[in-house]
């Protein structure tokens, strides 16, 4: 597992993961949260809404568990890369944000959208509610119409 | 006026007797989409080893809505109030007879392949046994990892669970006919029980804990309907008891379902019922290795151009096309058994397109054949000492074998424990180590309520409440940790 989460991080965010950065923890429970929307499982991981958005407390243990272990090469399916490009991406282009707020912003609002299921006309507002630091309202659209397509099906 | 439940005809359940049915089931189970789970068997390819397991998800789905409305009529409050009025009991049930409409043919072995997308797997069995070497070589660790209780499947597209409410919401009868009979029914409550969401609308909690937790209608349907087909006696345990014994109180402002202090040792015994299955039936010789063939031979057909068996994104376009399509309703057990024979048929040579060892295995499951078990290879212990484990098994042939390049030999390794409860203390040392300081008791409110949620709660009469685990009286405040781990060669011919 140690070596799947940190060459999925590498793979996406062309950096080497390190536990003890906080935007490095909040990076990699995104891109996770994204594989899986797209269908492609990482691992037994389910997200609920946390201070930073969607949040996985199994994932946060592993990759701290991981942190001290050495990276071994690992062979994606041609499934993982094709998200892993889609990813990238959207996540290229961050607008007046920084990365990590990037990827919380696209992530809180695929959350709002598809779990929690508010109107998707409601989707932008709710997030400013509540997380009023989120407030590039240019970028909110991009980002809200980015989550609009991670899904398997598009 | 009120919605009153009222039965228009039965089924007859070789498990739990007559099953009632009111006049929205009695329709749901006349469509085809359900009648699909006909075709299902519940335990994939067990029936082979344990004859009398022909059951399938259909008969399970009913009887998994019978016992949620037994919970239901059941559940008391702390000062035996009933909870539930008829309202809330028909969304219940109706919850409970579609939980499992987006199966998958051969059940979890199939759902497994659609999961499993990560990296490219099967290509050898070298690739195979390392994996298996990987899972071993972990045990060596310190287990710092943490559960995320409540799992909430709107996040993964192929599990069974969230492909169930595609199935619904892309269903136009199922819809026509909730609404016809219960207007009042939100089809999204359905979708939120059946994958396990609270985050939704906190307020039906207590019903989705009925469906999804330690001891819920699921699990107490497929633990005594599994033991009554394949014959064994592990689905025994004093339902009654536990039926008595169901009360519901609040934490943190959110239901948590529970029982009194008497339901202890039925739930100890429920929970030991559930191991053993799957020691003895789930993980038998001669099941894992058929299952294990099922499931390579799967993904082999998925990637296989020749085969018609559909991609990821090829099944949901099924699943959102099937008032107009049966591409859905054919995608059962014998659509696997069906593609099987076809590659015999076609101008394909299978071993041009892959490994000699998976063309073993269509060859075998053909004929109703296994990989050869090695006798002298088994090895299986019980224990709560993950490094002790560890040791003993790397002193062990079949661990060194796992480096073989011989690919002439394919190595299972099983684990089942009793319970997936952790102790109120160690769970909290855990979230603390994670946060590097110790969190608030607001905080840890948070997080203590979806374990309360998933876990069996002892609640007082005085209101307190805490889990198995943490409770002197329960078996579980030993066993919590202990974990059985079975290890087995099989010998494969490849010609």
Known sequence: MCDFLKEVYKSIYDETFDYSVLDHRIKLQKAVYFLENMGVTVGDYSFSWNKYGPYSLKLDSEAKKCSAEPVRIVKFSDRAYECFEKIKRFVADCGAYSKKEWVECIASLHYLLYVIRIDASDVVNELIKRKPYLDKEDDNVRAFEIAKTIRIAL | ?495
């Not at chain 2, 192929?158 to 409410?165: S, V």
């Not at chain 2, 934490?251 to 040792?265: A, E, F, L, Q, T």
């Not at chain 2, 002193?395 to 997936?420: A, C, P, Q």
């Open chain 2, 1 to 495: 006026m009120a919605y009153r439940i009222e039965f228009v005809d039965r089924i007859l359940d070789p498990v739990h007797g007559f099953i009632d049915l009111t006049q929205v089931e009695k329709e749901i189970i006349e469509l085809p989409i359900f009648k699909r789970l006909q075709s299902l068997k519940q335990l994939s390819l067990t029936n082979w080893v344990f004859p009398g397991a022909e059951h399938t998800r259909y008969m399970h789905s009913l009887g998994v809505m019978h016992i949620v409305d037994l919970m239901a009529i059941n559940l008391r409050t702390v000062d035996y109030q009933s909870y539930f009025n008829d309202e809330q009991r028909q969304l219940l049930r109706l919850a409970g007879l579609l939980h499992d409409i987006g199966h998958y043919p051969l059940s979890h072995v199939t759902e497994y392949v659609y999961l499993s997308t990560l990296v490219e797997e099967n290509q050898s069995l070298f690739d195979y046994n390392q994996r298996v070497k990987e899972q071993i070589d972990d045990l060596q660790k310190s287990d710092t990892r943490i559960p995320d209780y409540m799992k909430d499947r709107y996040t993964v597209p192929m599990h069974h669970e969230y492909m169930g409410t595609e199935v619904i919401k892309n269903d136009n009868d199922i819809k026509r006919i909730i609404n016809k009979y219960c207007s009042f029914v939100d089809i999204e409550d359905i979708c939120d029980i059946i994958v396990g969401c609270v985050a939704r609308k906190p307020e039906i909690s207590a019903m989705v804990q009925l469906i999804h937790s330690e001891v819920d209608a699921d699990g107490i349907d497929y633990i005594m309907r599994d033991a009554t087909f394949s014959g064994t006696s592990y689905g025994g345990f004093e339902l009654g008891l536990l039926f008595r014994n169901l009360v519901v109180t609040k934490y943190n402002n959110i239901d948590i379902i529970g029982i009194r202090p008497k339901g202890i040792s039925v739930v100890d015994q429920y929970l030991i019922s559930k191991y053993f299955a799957y020691t003895q039936v789930i993980f038998n010789r001669h099941v894992a290795i058929l299952d294990t063939m099922a499931e390579i031979f799967t993904k082999t057909l998925i990637r296989l151009s020749k085969s018609t068996y559909p991609g990821a994104k090829e099944l949901l376009s099924y699943i959102k096309n099937h008032n107009t399509n049966d591409g859905y309703l054919k995608f059962t057990d014998r659509s696997f058994w069906t593609q099987l024979d076809a590659l015999n048929k076609t101008d394909v040579d299978l071993a041009d397109y892959v490994s000699a060892f998976i063309v073993e295995i269509h060859e075998k499951l053909q004929h109703y054949q296994e990989f050869e078990f090695n006798k002298e290879s088994e090895f299986m212990i019980t224990s709560n000492d993950r490094a002790k484990v560890y040791e003993s098994i790397i002193g062990k042939d079949i661990y060194h074998n796992l480096d073989s390049k011989e690919e002439n030999r394919l190595v299972l390794f099983h684990r089942k424990g009793f319970t997936s409860e952790m102790p109120e203390g160690l769970y909290r040392r855990k979230i603390d180590d994670i946060n590097n300081e110790p969190i608030t008791d607001d905080e840890f409110k948070d997080y203590n309520t979806k374990r309360l949620q998933e876990g069996v709660a002892v609640i007082e009469p005085d209101g307190d409440i805490h889990l198995l685990v943490d409770d002197k009286k329960s078996i579980m405040s030993f066993l919590y940790n202990t974990n059985t781990y079975i290890l087995r060669e099989y010998l494969v011919d490849n010609k």
